[in-house]
């Protein structure tokens, strides 16, 4: 244990019960955090993790460390920071490096508190930490076994690392895993940002126009429940097939600056920058209310907002009003950040059961098979694993293929 | 002005930035009350209201003030009462008598305080205020020249009133409103149960099996975005019309002792009692969600509850966990006092406006018009005047009809 | 028997094998058939009936006989008589004068046939046999004991006449029961009208801005299965609350001269006349196709578009393109009639079950008890029992109030 | 010309008129069928095709002769074929070979003088013709420059041959595209499968049990619609990451053992032999409906069914009806053959403008450049070019990326 840095270890009380209240709904973490209980497979490992301090996650450091690991924690966003469950991790042996509200220049700080731990393992959410280690502290990568990424935005990063023969050592692109995105981005961030959009507003959703900024996996689950609670979507894409599918889901489909004068509520969810900027805060109708859901938060332009603002404003907890020279007004949501992680709890629990799942089971990977330099995908037997264990403690049967259906499938004769 | 009695008056700056919040979503009642401000109509009126005390009602009673009128209000229902809205009203010169989590003892009592008013009109939320003006005020009687009731449940209670020969004064029967019942109770309520859940649990809705105990427009609104956000729905319904009705629309109906042993979540919105008691506790799953989302904390049956459970613990924040003698944990949400007022902040603020105008209206009509003792309908003229000035700033254009279009709608030859 | 006037006894076969597949999925009518067989209700009751003849239909006609009723059947509809079914029914005993495609006069020569029978019971659909029976017939009136009217477009004629003085005998609005429009207007005409639009045109209905005209039980049931095929659904609608109703629901609502060039389907359910008319033809896209399914041929005008149109032009079954001198292509579906049964079979069979039985059984009330003149209510017993049964064919089982919800809710006192 | 074999040349005019419909609503193969027409890149070259013969099906023909080739078409399924659109395509030069209804033997034979046209390129559905051509006309296989196959049945036979060693020449995968199979096996499959079983069967869709098997592509296209029709839909599913995700889109899951005995309606869209077979005919419930939407008529056991059955007997169009032992009737549509096609029109028009304009840029890349042996995609730009036509042909437009924008994808710095 090399030490932590928190807002109050005072909270760990708090902290306890939010964990406590979170396992009950991660039957699947529990199934393989008791499977390996004995056998204690990362006895000695290192595992440093850049990840969204609240209470699923510490469910997750919590295993790693009854398996045997020591764990490092630096907060991977400043605004998803949970000081009660930091101080929670404390108690439970993790070292914790983070708090609510804290600095960009304390945030890489803290990124690199938790690399002194000199990790074996280390499991990133955005990839800042692999970069970092690449970056500065290229001294640790030798003792580097692999490493683990959450999100797309992390995977298009170390896929331009790996284009540029930057990478250094082994990394599972966990969010690529079927287990992973094809619930935790469309089905977990589409409850959660609606949550947190609710939550943070109070404003009605139906009859609303909402803007949903791409239509990948993320986008398409906000677009899917914002429809679902009453909302016209409008989609704005880069891509004709996203948008063509956009289309065929009901929703309509036009560029920025043909959505920016018609949107209520705008959503970002694209992985790139400046997706919502002064061309289009100047076209928006008064009363607009902008979130971000992409990871960083570089997509609606702050800079462009401050620039244009004659004033900014406080309003409801979350929500920083922009007025404009014309008196309009423009509503951001968590400072641009991510609106269901710094404005809401995140995803659902029993969404990140799965992905967090999917994060033991690759660390378990990497602590017995140091990895190739790389990107890797999640060995598929993971990847089943933990959705037929899910399956498994929701009570539902799969079908079972006869040996005739079998032969069937690979017999091409008619 | 008679005083106040609030939690803190500290609080008001809080309150008046909720209140300014929530006021630019309500345009319709902006409208009537600039329309009404230079006329002062209420001038020399005394109300007293028994309502939900939060930023959207806080829109209405200042509305109420502007235009005239002595202002006096108790919460209708402790857990649903912020302080700093309470706070940033006496600032407004509104009498406020609550705080949140008050006793069922100092709740009526400030009743009583808010009475001490002597109303010419009354608005009441669930008919408690009128209630105890006919079983302990009728020396204030006189003085009425008549009320209205917001909900469904105040309704109820005021027609047995009715029937029993009982009802000293008029009511205009607010809910009934088509501006009201059309879109606050299913609307409104479809959002903001959802609101409440998702933010008091982080679990996930999709997949889950939700009990929804009846199937009138609340019970409607829930269950439709319920099954919007992936849950399968499960209707418990006394009514055969709605039983089929929620047939028709894709859920699955049963009795509550069928229903009892499948639910993941269970949600009442009946206005009756004893929905869910201690027979269908005993068959429940381990970790069922129960919030009630009917009027009155009676839905649910908490002294049941309470028998039953060896153990009683706090998790997050508005969850109480009852634990069975064979273990099992039972979740109760809120104290089974309205999910989506007590742990969220009750319905969208665009719905409230719509209802709230149909309330400033009423009270516009009684102050000029006494009412005959009774339940009346509201206006025809206002119920239409609010739904069009609320389409009007939306900018939605109505199809008119042509003469020949009228002429034909009132001829019967071929 | 009066006699008989077909397109061809000879298809007798095909419409028994019709009859027999549609009686299976009509539990309720057979439940009430089975339970008056033996004591005949309807021994010497004379019924002239005016209906869509098809398969549904011919079951109540054939239940109505087997309970001892002579019974005629005219056509309400041109399009909608299927020959087939016609010779079945004449073969089951009943007067049937109509055959697909009759020409306007001969409908109400057909009319006029089934009046012949000099009727005791009318049952109507539109209430042209009504009608009728008040211009020209009134010779019968004195045997009359009452009818039933089956839709809103009847009950709208049947409240003119009332309001005039002119309704001379009683009718049951059988469109009014809960047990009718709640299900029939709102889920048959849903589904059926899809099911007529799809097979017709074999066009995607995904993408598409389907304008629907008329937001009553009729048009929601179409408005809400077009969103869920899809499409993006734009209301024209007369009143706020409706309109507002649709805005709700997630569709756009606008005048139809907004709606008229930007909409690829337009379908018309108002019971009211020239809805779309030149104007709109003027300002359509090519390729706009027209759908009615409303009660009467008006609600589209054929006279516009045959005045506007350069070529008519046959291309699939029951589709004619108007081409207009401009080039435009605008693709009127069923000549303007009811899609859903002139390109389509009309209702879900299961739906007409609930209309088909209240339709028996108002049937019986009448025979039995001579009604005032004037429209009266379906029973209330008669329209829960047959909702009851409904249920119980299906297994599902209500919720019972307990004898203290039952006090509960008849006392007001805290 | 090789000459043709069809049910009645007669029947041409009729079977124009529905390609004159279809290629309305076909502006993507107009666009191209313009683009290329001048240059004829297919003269010279014999293309060999097995599809299903119907109206769009025909404008892809007829765009191929335009373009310069000699076109043979078997039918796919003697179902499918329309015997008007085989006259019409006839009088366009296309050598036909097919008529509704023919047996087995025919069909084979057709497929044979299909071949006769001694092909460079073959288009195939299902793969039946290619297999043909492996299996008993090698002496064609040198003159071969490549082919195409439209489904998921015929990749995974051809899959099946490549991995054995057989494959003798090229075949691009056109089911495989973005701009097919997202479409097409989705939005295509799941509104012509309910039109198909509506226009069938005359059954409400809403509040049955309708048991889908296979969650790929189609099955999760007509679970989406029959759902959104108000059907509780049961998935039947192998994989584990499907079967979740139908959890999470709102469905039950379960084995098809488990499902038998609740649904009222059974589709079947698998890829696989014998999904509903003996043992679960004996527990389904009376009235069951069973129909296919998979490609072969394998499925459901008909064999099965027949031997179960004391009786079979027509009823309406399309449906066979198996009298079980005990009474039971269990209701086969088309004979378990693709429901869609046999008792529809097949896929929506728009859908399948995508899917045959692959297939004709498919046919040119493959004139201009003979492939390697093998399955090869859909080469992007071709997959790219179609969807960007059919956008802007909705007047649609895509947000294009900033250079920043694009610079910021390809960085990984912080």
Redesign the interface.
């Known amino acids: 244990m090399t030490g932590y840095s928190i807002a109050d270890p005072g909270l760990a009380e708090s902290g306890m019960?939010?964990i406590?209240?979170?396992l009950?709904?991660m039957p699947v973490l529990q199934h393989f955090g008791e499977e390996y209980l004995e056998s204690r497979p990362l006895q000695g490992m290192r595992i440093a993790t850049c990840l969204h301090l609240e209470?699923k996650t510490a469910c997750l450091l919590a295993t790693l460390r009854r398996l045997g690991a020591e764990v490092s924690a630096a907060g991977s966003n400043p605004l998803s920071t949970q000081d009660d469950v930091c101080a929670a991790l404390v108690r439970l042996g993790v070292d914790v490096f983070s708090h609510r509200g804290m600095s960009d220049e304390k945030y890489f700080e803290n990124l690199g508190s938790a690399l002194d731990i000199r990790p074996h393992i280390v499991i990133d959410d955005g990839?800042?930490m692999i970069?970092?280690l690449h970056?500065k502290r290229r001294d640790l990568l030798d003792d580097i076994k692999g490493g683990a990424e959450e999100t797309t935005t992390g995977i298009?990063?170390?896929r331009?690392?790996e284009v540029?023969g930057?990478l250094a050592f082994g990394v599972i692109a966990v969010n690529d895993a079927?287990?992973k995105y094809?619930?935790d981005n469309?089905?977990?961030t589409g409850?959660s940002v609606?949550?947190g959009l609710?939550?943070t507003t109070?404003?009605?959703?139906?009859?609303k126009n909402i803007v949903v900024?791409g239509y990948g996996w993320c986008g398409r689950g906000v677009a899917m429940?914002a429809?679902?609670?009453?909302?016209?979507v409008i989609v704005?894409?880069?891509?004709?097939?996203r948008?063509?599918?956009a289309?065929?889901?009901?929703h309509?489909?036009?560029?920025?600056m043909?959505a920016a004068p018609l949107g209520d509520i705008f959503l970002t969810l694209t992985?790139?920058?400046?997706?919502i900027r002064k061309e289009h805060f100047d076209i928006m109708k008064d009363?607009a209310i902008l979130g971000n859901a992409g990871h960083f938060d570089?997509e609606i332009s702050r800079p462009d907002l401050e620039n244009l603002a004659v004033e900014v404003r406080?309003?409801?907890r979350n929500?920083a009003t922009y007025v404009m020279e014309d008196g309009r007004?423009i509503h951001l949501l968590a400072e641009g950040r991510l609106v269901n992680l710094a404005a809401?709890?995140?995803h659902?629990?029993?969404?990140m059961d799965l992905s967090f799942s999917i994060q033991l089971l690759s660390a378990l990977h990497v602590a017995k098979n140091r990895l190739e330099a790389g990107l890797h995908p999640v060995p598929p037997e993971i990847?089943?694993a933990v959705?037929?264990v899910?399956?498994k403690t929701?009570g539902?049967?799969?079908?079972?293929?006869?040996e005739?259906?079998k032969a069937?499938?690979?017999?091409?004769?008619?």
Chains 1, 2, 3, 4 share one sequence.
């Open positions: 019960k939010k406590e209240w979170a009950q709904f209470a990839a800042d970069a970092m970056a298009t990063r170390l331009a690392m540029e930057t079927s287990s094809l619930f469309r089905y977990g409850q609606m949550d609710m939550r109070n404003a009605l959703i139906a009859g900024a429940r429809a679902a609670m009453g909302a016209r704005v894409e880069v891509d004709p097939h948008a063509f599918e289309v065929m889901d009901g309509s489909v036009m560029s920025m043909e992985g790139n920058t400046g997706v009363g570089v406080g309003m409801r929500i007004k809401a709890d995140g659902p629990i029993e969404i990847d089943r959705v037929e899910k399956l929701m539902i049967s799969l079908e079972r293929l006869t005739v259906q069937y499938m690979n017999s091409w004769r008619e």
